[in-house]
């Protein structure tokens, strides 16, 4: 029975991930996480199908012995969010880099058979031209985004100089059910969804008119499980994980108002450090290579994770 391992298992994406796995069919999914900022009651309905270490990414000795033998290994562990990272670099750099370089090397040690690993669209910065293209220079404008393409060039490396496969997804801006609204560095859709159910005014920073390319979680997950199947040509390589859209905040919190019959007109402060004005990406290569499809519209998107976060009163009890 061939294991796969899940760094950041019980996180948003990551118990995507683990539930896209099952329905794939896996046998035997093994979850790391610290429960940092990801939650056991994330994988709730698949908890006896799972086998649970909590671990921290950072401590190589409590990863190694899980890590090896594994025929797949998908590195979502992180300490997310750009903010964070500016106000308080250190702990994001120990997880994101070193926890990350432990990865790899128990990957490597522990002849592990792939890594898929989740680097980031910070990493582009700001360029002139969009969409942005995985031939374009990076130019990471905060730590997190750096600390991020570090673990790129780890992937990177673990396989020329090792032969480790692995595969690098830039996730761009993810969204969906699950996600964590209760931190001032939770995702923005998490935040917005939490004031349109509270009936609360959200806080736009600058204008309102910067622009991302919202991925809905599921359609992250897809890729993460075809690029672990992808041929040889995509080892070592590096792939935009993103919708191809690009939405203003404005027009997302316009069409979150809609949605919901409500009139909150935002609040706006100013512009935050370290932000990238506009992200969206070019998914060509990811199509080509790893057959990346994404399914859902940004309404779809929306529409299923307020329903979510309705139906689960995951804000009220926050
Ligand atoms: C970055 C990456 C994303 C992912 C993420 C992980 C880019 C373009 N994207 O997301 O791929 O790696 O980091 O953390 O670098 N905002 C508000 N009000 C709020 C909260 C946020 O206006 O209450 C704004 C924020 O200033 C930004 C946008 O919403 O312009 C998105 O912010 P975010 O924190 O959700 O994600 P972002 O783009 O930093």
Same mark, same amino acid.
């Given at each position: 029975?061939?294991?796969?391992?899940?760094?950041?298992?019980?996180?948003?994406?990551?118990?995507?991930?683990?539930?896209?796995?099952?329905?794939?069919?896996?046998?035997?999914?093994?979850?790391?996480?610290?429960?940092?900022?990801?939650?056991?009651?994330?994988?709730?309905?698949?908890?006896?199908?799972?086998?649970?270490?909590?671990?921290?990414?950072?401590?190589?000795? /409590?990863?190694? #012995?899980?890590?090896?033998? @594994?025929?797949?290994?998908?590195?979502?562990?992180?300490?997310? &969010? +750009?903010?964070? =990272?500016?106000?308080?670099?250190?702990?994001?750099?120990?997880?994101?880099?070193?926890?990350?370089?432990?990865?790899?090397?128990?990957?490597?040690?522990?002849?592990?058979?792939?890594?898929?690993?989740?680097?980031?669209?910070?990493?582009?910065?700001?360029?002139?031209?969009?969409?942005?293209?995985?031939?374009? /220079?990076?130019? #990471?404008?905060?730590?997190? @985004?750096?600390?991020?393409?570090?673990?790129?060039?780890?992937? &990177? +490396?673990?396989? =020329?100089?090792?032969?480790?496969?692995?595969?690098?997804?830039?996730?761009?801006?993810?969204?969906?059910?699950?996600?964590?609204?209760?931190?001032?560095?939770?995702?923005?859709?998490?935040?917005?969804?939490?004031?349109?159910?509270?009936?609360?005014?959200?806080?736009?920073?600058?204008?309102?008119?910067?622009?991302?390319?919202?991925?809905?979680?599921?359609?992250?997950?897809?890729?993460?499980?075809?690029?672990?199947?992808?041929?040889?040509?995509?080892?070592?390589?590096?792939?935009?994980?993103?919708?191809?859209?690009?939405?203003?905040?404005?027009?997302?919190?316009?069409?979150?108002?809609?949605?919901?019959?409500?009139?909150?007109?935002?609040?706006?402060?100013?512009?935050?450090?370290?932000?990238?004005?506009?992200?969206?990406?070019?998914?060509?290569?990811?199509?080509?290579?790893?057959?990346?499809?994404?399914?859902?519209?940004?309404?779809?998107?929306?529409?299923?994770?307020?329903?979510?976060?309705?139906?689960?009163?995951?804000?009220?009890?926050?």
């Amino acid at each position: 029975m061939s294991k796969i391992v899940v760094t950041g298992g019980a996180g948003f994406i990551g118990s995507a991930l683990v539930r896209a796995l099952l329905e794939d069919g896996a046998q035997q999914v093994e979850v790391i996480d610290n429960l940092l900022t990801g939650r056991e009651s994330n994988l709730e309905e698949v908890r006896g199908k799972v086998k649970w270490h909590r671990a921290d990414i950072c401590q190589y000795d /409590q990863i190694a #012995p899980v890590i090896a033998g @594994a025929d797949k290994v998908f590195h979502l562990a992180a300490i997310p &969010s +750009v903010p964070r =990272s500016i106000h308080d670099p250190i702990p994001s750099h120990e997880v994101n880099i070193n926890g990350s370089f432990n990865v790899f090397r128990a990957a490597h040690e522990g002849k592990a058979g792939r890594v898929v690993y989740a680097a980031s669209s910070s990493a582009y910065g700001d360029t002139e031209v969009l969409p942005k293209v995985e031939t374009m /220079q990076t130019n #990471p404008k905060s730590p997190y @985004a750096a600390q991020k393409l570090m673990g790129e060039y780890y992937a &990177s +490396v673990f396989h =020329s100089c090792f032969g480790l496969e692995t595969v690098s997804l830039r996730f761009f801006n993810v969204y969906g059910p699950r996600q964590d609204p209760s931190s001032p560095y939770s995702g923005v859709l998490s935040l917005f969804n939490k004031c349109l159910i509270e009936r609360k005014v959200p806080t736009i920073f600058g204008d309102g008119e910067q622009s991302r390319d919202f991925t809905f979680v599921e359609d992250v997950a897809g890729l993460c499980l075809k690029a672990s199947k992808a041929g040889p040509n995509a080892l070592g390589k590096v792939y935009n994980a993103g919708n191809g859209g690009r939405f203003t905040l404005n027009m997302i919190w316009d069409l979150l108002q809609k949605i919901e019959g409500v009139s909150l007109p935002a609040n706006y402060g100013p512009p935050r450090a370290g932000d990238v004005k506009h992200s969206q990406a070019d998914t060509e290569a990811a199509r080509r290579d790893l057959g990346h499809d994404p399914k859902f519209s940004i309404e779809e998107g929306l529409r299923r994770t307020l329903a979510w976060y309705k139906a689960s009163e995951a804000v009220a009890a926050r």
